[in-house]
């Protein structure tokens, strides 16, 4: 089976201080054409750097090992002209946009400097296709905004250029890294509503990146959980949220305070999340884990299919069948 | 299956913070040398570095004088030992009062702000355009040439440039959290200053320090080579330089250039230090103004 | 006549002419938390920072524990009477503490300015509010580039817990927090609640924490309050537009994201 994007035992060890340092240690996913992922986790869980591997933005002296494959081309093997024309292609959207974009060159500048170099595009032919994306993004006076500059708009605002200079690469795969993260909850609904609505419209697929659980379940077909670089569950949104199979997607869940209703104490999980270097032998979680025992300190437990997805837990039937009594 | 690839790329030049690297530990080591020496270097020098003997003047190395003699045929090597002790004490004095007094300003400017902070800014501003040197030699015609006025001048030029730099890095302490915290607790300005502001600020005073240990160095060895800082007879490398000056024209450099030197190496060793200490420490972050401004 | 021991009344602030807080009032009785929610730039902090005496009132009053706060202390002894009042807790963990200082070092230094305490009773007293924030020793005495996030901020919450404020301010203090982390410090504030009878000012944009923490809840846009209430109602039957935006806005169980809002997007 082939999708759009094919991720299959990826482990990222970056040049540590004194020692290796991994990062990203035995992930496998797979995007279909036109399909929604969430990636989801706390900081340090390696999301970014699972975003940094497809795009092979690695940080200088880091260790790849395991293949991606786009459209079942290999991403390894490629190099210069053809691995930029494929970085092309899967554009990124970042958690801040002020960091992506040239402050002293206009939004026009940014947006069809592409277009006009790659596509030979004249400025004007480039400028009307950019105002055209501009205004599906949801932005209002989009020729004005050709002639404005980043610090002249807003966080939210900002986004959905990033978003629209993504869509002018015509891609078929958007890669998000947080990008409503820096948002205000409003702003943040009505750029994934614009993202959510175009991506359908386009059948695009998507890799979206968020800490948060119940936007990436709200958004997305699938969500994966990540803990210390490696994945611990993926399953379609709705039963993922409905009833998690990991006991830390569960904790994670559980610990969110929720809008709906007032608890005495949240239930939590002890420890702080770990990154993928600092994990433990056998199951990653099981320094934290409330259902721990010694069989997952001895081995590490393989992401297997059960239900609707996959899990990483050796006791996932026996703890389902305790909480079904 | 499965592909290895590793990203290439040239490792890290230097370790990263708190290393110092080769070529500042080799300065440090010099500077170190320089320091002891000018401890007990006069203690060191077996001749009298002011007993002239005319017979040996410009002479060559003799058994017990190594480096030879100067035009009125004192022993070089006594005269650079205990000229050390001048040349790294008078820098020291203008960096420890400049530093001083600098620092104080740039302090009171950023934590009282508004008119006070813009007032100091507009008089520094105009100090700025006295160069050190000249003022250094105004104040020697006016009091009377020697190593404590042209240590008072120089102290007095660099202040602008010390108060210039420390005052950036004290605003955006003075607007960090946990110093705000401190005034909310009821803390008194002047405890939170010495206490906890100042004290943070110290890695960037120390290499801020370094550097201009070197350039006070300079100065005051021109102020000296012009005769307005130390007075012969007394040893100091700037003098010998300028002493010196004669003997070059006859053919015998041996002093200018030994006293020069040892000028330039330790100057170049304070430099590099000082690179080195402030490597990574004032990280100012520019694209924080871009984020304020934008949500406007 | 009024049992409130903080209490604002017609607070505007202006910076050089730009509004940032217009006519706000609220009060807040001994124990109670109140919330103030907004989106990023409608005064919320510069609210707070006029409260603690960080930033000067355009015009306008405020109150705490009988005492006017509107103008600068006017003595030493004033200023650390202040202190003893209210504090305030800010969002980011890694520059709240000063990193040359070790936790418990810095809650003694908090000691010794408000209390009487001998060097043994301070140590007691660290101990106490360590243990109330959940550190233990080791973490108490390192330096703060050791300690995690959600640790840092329990040291903010220890500091300001120090000199026994009647108020405490928590400016976003667990926005920058992990969800783990997040939901270990919210139970320390429900903990520290209980315990010492504290009343909170609890900023915040992230109304499912605030539902959480707050009994009562002022919701600001611009400037200005346009709703107010008991947490129960502000956010189950949000009246004013912008407080039901808000309320749409938070993803949940079968929430999808609406774009007719987008056409709306000011500026
Ligand atoms: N440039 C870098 N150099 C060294 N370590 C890094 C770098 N970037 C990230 N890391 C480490 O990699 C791990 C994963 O980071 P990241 O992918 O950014 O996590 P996330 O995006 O899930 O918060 C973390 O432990 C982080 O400290
Ligand atoms: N020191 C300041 N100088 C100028 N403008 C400021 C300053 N502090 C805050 N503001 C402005 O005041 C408004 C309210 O800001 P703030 O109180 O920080 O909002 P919030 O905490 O709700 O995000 C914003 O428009 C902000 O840009
Ligand atoms: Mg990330
Ligand atoms: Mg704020």
């Known amino acids: 089976m082939s999708g759009i994007l094919d991720i299959d035992h990826l482990t990222v060890t970056l040049a540590g201080e004194d020692r290796p340092k991994p990062v990203l240690s035995d992930v496998s996913m797979s995007i279909a054409e036109g399909e929604a992922v969430g990636l989801v986790g706390e900081s340090g869980s390696g999301k970014s750097m699972t975003v940094r591997s497809i795009i092979r933005l690695l940080p200088p002296g880091a260790r790849m090992e395991g293949n991606i494959r786009v459209r079942g081309v290999d991403l390894g093997t490629l190099r210069g002209a053809a691995l930029r024309k494929m970085r092309a292609e899967m554009p990124v ?62 966080g939210g605002l900002l986004q959905r250029v990033m978003i629209a200079s993504a869509l002018l690469a015509e891609p078929r795969l958007l890669l998000a890294d947080e990008p409503t993260t820096a948002l ?28 948060d659980l119940e936007l990436a379940a709200a958004i997305c077909d699938r969500t994966a959980v990540m803990y210390a670089g490696r994945v611990m569950e993926v399953r379609a949104s709705a039963s993922l949220l409905e009833r998690p199979l990991h006991p830390y997607t569960a904790a994670l869940a559980t610990a969110r305070p929720s809008i709906e209703r007032k608890v005495d104490r949240l239930t939590t999980i002890p420890g702080r999340p770990l990154s993928a270097f600092e994990a433990p032998d056998g199951c990653a979680f099981n320094t934290r884990c409330a259902h721990v025992r010694e069989s997952c300190r001895e081995q590490r437990p393989e992401l297997r299919t059960l239900l609707d997805g996959q899990v990483a837990c050796v006791r996932v039937e026996e703890l389902q069948a305790v909480s079904h009594d | 299956m499965t592909a290895t690839s590793v ?290 | 006549m009024t049992e409130a021991i903080l209490e604002v009344e017609g607070l505007h602030k202006t910076f050089k002419g730009a509004v940032a807080v217009a006519d706000v009032s609220f009060s807040l009785r001994p124990g109670a938390a109140l919330a103030v929610v907004g989106e990023s730039g409608s005064g919320k902090t510069t609210v707070a920072r006029m409260i603690v005496g960080l930033e000067r009132p355009t015009a306008g009053r405020i109150t705490a524990c009988g005492h006017d706060r509107s103008h600068p202390p006017r003595s030493v002894r004033e200023r650390r009477r202040r202190g003893g009042e209210i504090q305030i807790v800010f969002q980011d963990p890694y520059s709240s503490l000063d990193p040359r200082q070790s936790p418990a070092t810095a809650v003694d230094e908090i000691l010794r300015l408000h209390t009487r305490l001998d060097a043994a009773g301070r140590r007691r007293r660290v101990a106490e509010l360590a243990d109330l924030v959940g550190l233990d020793e080791r973490q108490m005495n390192v330096l703060p580039s050791e300690l995690s996030g959600g640790q840092r901020q329990r040291v903010a919450i220890a500091r300001a817990l120090a000199a026994e404020p009647q108020i405490l301010i928590l400016d976003e203090s667990v926005a920058a927090l992990d969800v783990s982390i997040q939901a270990q410090v919210l139970n320390v504030l429900a903990g520290v609640r209980e315990r010492t009878g504290v009343a909170y000012l609890f900023i915040s944009h992230d109304l499912a924490v605030v539902r959480q923490v707050a009994d009562e809840i002022v919701v600001m846009r611009g400037g200005s309050i346009v709703e107010r209430g008991p947490t129960a109602q502000v956010l189950d039957n949000p009246r004013h537009p912008y407080t039901r935006l808000l309320r749409t806005s938070v993803p949940g169980p079968g929430w999808r994201p609406a774009r007719r809002a987008t056409r709306k997007e000011t500026q």
């Open chain 2, 7 to 296: 990203v290439r790329a040239r490792a890290g030049a230097r370790a990263g913070r708190g290393g110092l690297g080769p070529l500042g530990v080799t300065a440090a080591t010099v500077i170190a040398v320089a320091v002891v020496l000018a401890a007990i270097g006069p203690e060191l020098a077996s001749a009298d570095p002011n007993a002239s003997d005319f017979a040996h003047a410009y002479g060559p190395p003799t058994p017990g004088h190594p480096l030879g003699y100067d035009s009125q045929g004192r022993d070089l090597l006594a005269r650079l030992l205990t000229g050390a002790r001048t040349s790294l004490l008078g820098p020291l004095w203008v960096v420890a009062l400049g530093m001083t007094a600098g620092t104080a300003i740039a302090v009171v400017a950023a934590w009282r702000g508004g008119w006070l902070d813009s007032m100091v800014s507009s008089v520094l501003e105009v100090m700025f355009s006295f160069p050190g040197v000249l003022l250094a030699m105004l104040v020697a015609a006016v009091f009377g040439p020697g190593l404590t006025s042209a240590v008072f001048a120089l102290a007095v030029a660099y202040i602008p440039y010390i108060a210039r730099l420390v005052r950036s890095a004290a605003v955006a302490e003075r607007h960090k959290p946990y110093i705000q915290a401190l005034e909310v607790q009821g803390l008194g300005a002047f405890t939170i200053c010495l206490r906890h502001l100042v004290p943070n600020l110290l890695p960037l005073l120390a290499a801020q320090a370094t550097l201009f240990f070197g350039y006070a160095m300079v100065d005051l060895a021109i102020v000296s080579f012009f005769g307005l800082g130390v007075q012969p007879p007394d040893a100091d490398w700037g003098v010998m330089v300028a002493s010196g000056q004669s003997g070059v024209l006859q053919g015998y450099p041996a002093e200018s250039l030994l006293a020069g030197g040892c000028i330039v190496l330790l100057v170049v060793a304070f430099n590099v230090l000082g690179e080195r200490l402030s490597d990574g420490r004032r990280v100012h972050r520019p694209w924080r103004l871009f984020r304020r401004g934008g949500t406007a």
């Open chain 1, 184 to 211: 205000d909850v409003t702003t943040q609904a009505e750029v994934m509503a614009v993202m959510d609505e175009l991506r359908r419209e386009r059948g695009l697929a998507m890799l979206f990146i968020t800490h």
């Open chain 1, 93 to 154: 959207i970042f958690q801040d946009p002020r960091a992506h974009i040239n402050p002293v060159r206009s939004v026009g500048d940014f947006l069809t400097e592409a277009l006009r170099i790659h596509r030979r595009m004249s400025r004007a032919a480039a400028e009307d296709r950019a105002a055209d994306v501009l205004d599906e993004v949801g932005v209002s006076e989009a020729r004005r905004r050709l002639r404005q500059y980043p610090h002249e708009l807003s």
